[in-house]
Structures are given as structure tokens and as C-alpha cells.
């Protein structure tokens, strides 16, 4: 799998900084939110944000993450076609393509299905093949380890993966999700597969099924990442949104800086569907408001808040 940028790991530091200072009650029965400008680790909102919840289906951008770094890596062909097996489907109630052991799927369209929808067949088939290149006589466990590695390494300390995917109740924070969110960031492959509205896959070369993104946040400036909702977890969201780069001119030296400009928003454990896309929404409007009213000074408090990271 491939090494853990700068970048990231620059954001994990500021995070981890931010948040382990953070004085919000930590009580997983109330809702967990955050908001972050991600090329500056600058946060804008927050609330809850360490407290230990299940992520549901959330886990499944994992599992894509961990996916794509090995495709990406070995340079595998996302056209090859992989065979569901059988612990793949032992979740029926989220099988939605319906898939059956010995059915195949390209790694293309598995991924499609494990990031647009819910589906834990999908997903599970999708880890099966690439735990195999890591240990032929444990899949599962080996893709596993990657999903956990993953999250150590991008300092997701509250975070814990138990399955392959979301149908496997693993529990994670908004922090922790906010720290994998960037890191789908830093993967132009994966944010594009979040971002796609629909797309048409194929089950067995014959078969065709057509994919409807879940996510309803997705707009011209909200390219990902994944909503997902259950009875553990609750109704949840992880969104981004980009603009175009700006300049700030620091008014106490008068030196011009350009920002690339990307927000971040995680919202866990609402009640409905509803509530978390307008929370959801609520966070990328007054995030986008707040942070054009911020201008870079030399306040030695302001750069404690709010720290620049190194370009990827």
C-alpha cells in the first residue's frame, strides 16, 4: 500500500493538535459534527467530535481507500473481473446488486457499488481480491489489517474497522472521519468515483445494473464523499466542496499567500435522513461564509488556530 503523504500526515498532526484540546463533551448519544477549511487544518465548526460511535456504511470509503491504494500501487487493471465468495453475501439485507457466490464483477464496477451505494457484497468481494495478493489463506483478515493500518496511520486513533465493510458495525469519530475524508481528498481516483452521480455497471458480462449515487448533497461545488444511514449509526454524512484558489494579502506585513480552498464537513448520528443533509448543507454555507472572512495575520493566537500545511 502506498506510503502516507505529507500532506495528510501534516493534517493528522493539526487535527489531533485542534481537537485533543477540544472541551466539547464527548456523549455518542447526541449528534457529532465538524467542519474544516482542509488547506489550512483551519476548524470552523465542531461539536462532539471525539466521541466513539458507529459509522455505518461510512466504513465502505475505507475499504474504497484501501482498494484504490492497491490498485494504484500494483497497477492492477480495474476492467479484471473478480468472483464474489461465499462470506461476501452473508449479509443479505445489503446485498443490493443481489450478487451470488461465484458471480463476477470488475473491480471498476465493485468499486462503483462500494462507494455510490450500501452495497456490502460489492465491497466484501472487492477486499476478498485484493487481501488475497496480501495473504491467499486470509483475505478478509488481511484487508482488514490494511483498513486499521490505514487508520493508524492517518492518526484515527478512536477508530477501529471490524469488518470489511459498513455491514460490520465498526465505530470511528467525527475527527477520525474527518481525517480519512481528506485523505479521499489527496486521491483524484476515488473523489471522482464519489462525485458521480450514476453510473451503469455490469454483473456476470451480461447483466446490467444501474447505480444511483445515495449521496443527495452532490452539487457543481460538492464532489463526495458518502452519506450512509442505520440503525446504530444513525443518519450520517461526509461531504466536500472546492473553490477556485485565492489570493489574502496579510494586512500586518502586506505579503500575498494563495490558498487552494476546500472545505470538509462530517455530520454523525442524526435522526433522519433530512436533518443530516440540512446540517450537512447548513455547515457548507456558513463554512464557506467563515472562511472568507478570515484574513492571515500575525496574531501569535491565530496561528496557533489556524495552521498552513504543506502542499501534497
Known sequence: M????????????VLCAMLTACTDMENPSTPSYLAMEANSGRILFSSNTNAKRPI???ANIANAAVAMDWIESQQVDRNRQITVPQEAVRWQHTNLLGLKPGDTISIRDALYATVLTDDSAAAATLAHACGAAINP?????????QMNRLAQSLGMYTTYFKGTNGAVVSY????????LSLYVTTSPSL?????MPSVNITVNG????????SNKLLSTSVDGIKVARSKSAGACALATSRRSSVRRTNPATGQVSVYAQRLI????????SQERYNMSAKFLRDGWDAWEKWLPTNDIQDRNKFLLLPKR
Open 191 to 195: 473523489l471522482a468515483i464519489c462525485s
Open 2 to 13: 502506498k506510503t502516507i503523504n505529507n500532506y495528510v500526515a501534516a493534517a493528522g498532526a
Open 206 to 213: 451480461t447483466r446490467q445494473v444501474a447505480l444511483h449515487n
Open 137 to 145: 489463506g486470509n483475505p478478509e483478515g488481511a484487508f482488514i489489517s
Open 172 to 179: 470511528s469519530s467525527a475527527r477520525d472521519m474527518a481525517l
Open 56 to 58: 455505518g456504511m461510512l
Open 265 to 272: 464537513t462530517v455530520v454523525l448520528g442524526m435522526p433522519s
